[in-house]
């Protein structure tokens, strides 16, 4: 048996065959109703010879109303309304014309009634019949070109903040190269030729995993968490054991969508402002859980802190937290949270909260993973 497939497309997708399905099922609709009127009156068969004349002439003046529209609808609203005036008073005066005397050829003899009034009243009922065909018309037009510049409006807001996160995203690895080439660049002066090789390395090693990944482009945590490992690698080529890195990540969280390389810059200000100053070095922690149907990601560290009358740290960085902050208001709105402050006991916190948006991947029971919790190490 055939099965009729119900698609998503939408009505005026198609214009030309939304306007010959509209067109048609209006002109069905007037003949249906003005036989439906006039059995009830108890008017014989034969009348209804005259009205379907009419619907056919109907039909093809407003056929020809609608090239004239079709043009007149992109000129000045003064054009535009006199000339569709003139236009239905000119096709009901015909219309009108034709109607009475197709009447009078059908039923002659039988009606007495003047010529000059039945032209009268027809020119009263098809100037309302026209005139409401018009306005539905020019209605139609109106709200599909207002629904087309809604949708290109939409598309452009969603290039320019396509093309935000992608200026943001590509400010990072220049602000990351620069620090990484600068390193590179002592170990080759000190002749330590194979900390810079191996550096080199994993830095090819880093950039390769991060453009492969669209600028604008979300990946799942787990993703996210590795490329942030591959830039740890290299910053512990410099600080060795005094940068120290921990993972905490629920397993309800791995597959969680999150912009790509949004860890990377939190992670550079906590070693620029928690290891380097710091002789015996700091801890790094990044920890993400699922908080209802939300995913909080912290980023803490055991550094000195805001000391006292020293500048906010997150607020001189020039990229990164501020390039954050910016990169969660393009992807999500304000609905994100983004907070950062000092700990009671010593050491920086940043704290981002997301909306859970997960990548269905076949054959993963998810409600499974979400009781359970783990840890990654680095």
């Given at each position: 048996m055939a099965v009729l497939e119900l698609t998503d497309k939408p009505f005026f997708a198609d214009k030309n065959r939304a306007f010959w399905n509209l067109h048609s099922a209006g002109w069905a609709g007037a003949v249906i109703l003005r036989a439906a009127s006039g059995i009830a009156q108890g008017q014989p068969v034969s009348f209804l010879v005259p009205i379907l004349i009419s619907a056919v002439t109907g039909y093809s003046i407003t056929l020809l109303l609608s090239v004239i529209y079709r043009f007149l609808i992109d000129q000045r609203p003064v054009i535009t309304w006199s000339l569709t005036f003139v236009s239905v008073s000119l096709a009901t005066l015909g219309y009108a014309y034709l109607d009475v005397w197709v009447l009078q050829t059908i039923r002659d003899g039988v009606d007495e009634t003047p010529f000059a009034q039945l032209w009268l009243a027809a020119i009263y009922i098809n100037s309302v019949l026209l005139a409401a065909w018009s306005a539905l018309y020019y209605a139609i037009n109106y709200f599909v070109r207002a629904e087309e510049q809604a949708d290109q409006m939409m598309r452009l807001e969603a290039q320019a903040t396509s093309a935000q996160l992608t200026m943001l995203r590509y400010?990072?690895?220049?602000?990351?190269?620069?620090?990484?080439?600068?390193?590179?660049?002592?170990?080759?002066?000190?002749?330590?030729?194979?900390?810079?090789?191996?550096?080199?390395?994993?830095?090819?090693?880093?950039?390769?995993?991060?453009?492969?990944?669209?600028?604008?482009?979300?990946?799942?945590?787990?993703?996210?968490?590795e490329t942030l490992k591959l830039y740890l690698d290299i910053e512990k080529m410099r600080f060795e054991e005094r940068l120290r890195t921990y993972f905490i990540i629920e397993p309800a969280v791995e597959n969680a969508l999150v912009p790509s390389l949004l860890l990377q810059p939190l992670v550079e200000n906590a070693i620029k402002y928690a290891v380097t100053p710091k002789?015996?070095?700091?801890?790094?922690?990044?920890?993400?859980?699922?908080?209802?149907?939300?995913?909080?990601?912290?980023?803490?560290?055991?550094?000195?802190?805001?000391?006292?009358?020293?500048?906010?740290?997150?607020?001189?960085?020039?990229?990164?937290?501020?390039?954050?902050?910016?990169?969660?208001?393009?992807?999500?709105?304000?609905?994100q949270r983004f907070e950062h402050y000092v700990k009671a006991g010593g050491g920086f916190e940043v704290l981002l909260e997301l909306p859970y948006q997960n990548r269905v991947i076949a054959g993963e029971d998810n409600q499974a993973g979400a009781q359970q919790q783990g840890m990654i190490s680095a």
């Open positions: 400010q990072l690895n220049p602000h990351f190269l620069f620090n990484t080439l600068n390193s590179i660049s002592t170990l080759v002066l000190l002749k330590q030729t194979e900390q810079a090789n191996a550096m080199l390395s994993r830095l090819s090693s880093f950039l390769r995993f991060t453009l492969i990944n669209e600028a604008a482009a979300k990946v799942p945590l787990t993703q996210e968490i002789e015996e070095g700091a801890d790094i922690s990044v920890t993400a859980q699922l908080v209802g149907q939300r995913v909080r990601i912290t980023v803490s560290d055991t550094g000195p802190g805001l000391q006292p009358g020293q500048q906010d740290h997150s607020l001189s960085t020039g990229v990164g937290m501020a390039n954050t902050r910016e990169r969660l208001s393009q992807a999500y709105g304000d609905d």
